[in-house]
């Protein structure tokens, strides 16, 4: 067998066009390596199929340990723990209670909400550019629909923009202190639900503890699409023929939100998973305890499975990309993030059909695609 490849994290090569090089560790077999300063090495799957296999193996398990943060209030840890870091017979259980809450049919009843959230925003854009998209659009944009999902009062959502914004940072005094306003907000929330999303929770047999973990799922993964929104719109931009064709064909529009999760999607890697006993895989022995992630920017342009994966298709099918994750830790929020997003996407491109980017900013980041600024002119 030929040698695992090693990717280094900080190599500018990798944070600058992550595809290119997760894409070229792929081709040389199915499992790579990722080292780097200040990063614990990590093994990573890069095809398609074997990244499939890994997120449904039962041998390979999230850890727990990311909601027993010490600087985090006592009576909100219990909160923190949130399906992301359950497994088996717990996480099924919970998991079969709240995905009727997040289905396809209850996005598309969302929608209309959505649509008025979207307008809201487009209209406090100035008349003319240059404006940066990313921070007057895409970034508060899936926080305020968060709140609307789960009833905050209109009053309490820019505070809630504000936790929402310091908790995306994972650490650091914004964090230990937008924490508790989260739990105890929700808390309040849950006990007098005002939200067709609360009250379904309530009703499927949640209890408070469970419902409150899921708003707190919600602020973190909610904010997600706020980069994906403005990978999307760099990316049709830098595709005119695409997007004349989606403009003449908007039938094309839920097909072509697939086919961006799959070109520009910002989750680079999927949340490590720890190998729960020694596995040999693809020739490799992976010891118990050590890290293992599958990397979807290599996935999602597998020519195993997409034909001519580097060009940009909105006419493809590509509803066979990793970019929701795969296995019984699937988003639960995707239909919510895939009807937010062709809401968004579209609202903009109509209500500003000359529509140009000035300047993309890319953040060096080696596990998100996405942008620092996003500055556009109509």
């Known amino acids: 067998m030929s040698p695992v490849p090693e990717l280094d994290l900080t190599d500018p090569a990798v944070t600058s066009d992550p595809f290119a090089a997760y894409g070229a560790a792929r081709e040389q077999g199915p499992l790579a390596k990722l080292t780097g300063p200040g990063f614990p090495p ?133 964090f230990a202190a937008a924490v508790p306003g989260i739990i105890d907000s929700s808390r309040t929330l849950v006990a007098h639900p005002d939200s067709a999303m609360l009250a379904h929770l309530a009703n499927a047999g949640l209890t408070e503890t469970e419902s409150v973990a899921l708003v707190w799922q919600l602020v ?62 693809h020739g490799v022995r992976i010891r118990r305890g050590e890290p293992v992630t599958a990397s979807i920017a290599a996935a999602n342009r597998d020519p195993r499975v997409f034909a001519d994966p580097d060009r940009f298709d909105v006419r493809r099918s590509a509803g066979a990309h990793l970019g929701f994750a795969h296995g019984p830790h699937f988003c639960l929020g995707a239909s919510f993030a895939r009807v937010q997003a062709e809401v968004a996407l579209t609202a903009l491109l109509d209500r500003f059909p000359g529509l140009r980017v000035l300047e993309a900013k890319r953040v060096p980041d080696p596990g998100t695609w996405r942008l620092a600024g996003l500055t556009v002119a109509w």
């Open 42 to 174: 990590m093994w990573v799957l890069t095809r398609h199929a074997e990244a499939r296999a890994m997120l449904t193996d039962q041998r390979f398990a999230l850890s727990e340990a990311s909601y027993q943060r010490p600087e985090v209030p006592e009576h909100c840890r219990p909160y923190l723990r949130t399906m992301q870091e359950m497994e088996g017979a717990e996480h099924a259980r919970l998991r079969r209670l709240a995905t009727p809450a997040f289905a396809a049919r209850r996005a598309l009843d969302f929608r209309p909400e959505i649509e008025k959230v979207v307008a809201r925003y487009l209209d406090a854009l100035p008349a003319e550019g240059p404006v940066d998209l990313l921070a007057e659009f895409a970034q508060p944009l899936p926080m305020e629909v968060v709140c609307a999902l789960v009833g905050v009062p209109e009053a309490q959502r820019p505070r809630w923009h504000e936790y929402g914004a310091a908790v995306v940072q994972v650490s650091g005094d914004g």
């Open 220 to 281: 973190l993964a909610g904010q997600t699409p706020a980069n994906f929104i403005a990978n999307s719109v760099e990316t049709l931009l830098s595709h005119p023929d695409q997007l004349d064709l989606l403009r003449a064909e908007p039938d094309r529009w839920p097909g072509a939100v697939e086919e961006l999760m799959r070109w520009c999607g910002s989750q680079l890697l999927t949340i490590p998973r720890r190998a729960t006993e020694d596995v040999d895989l």
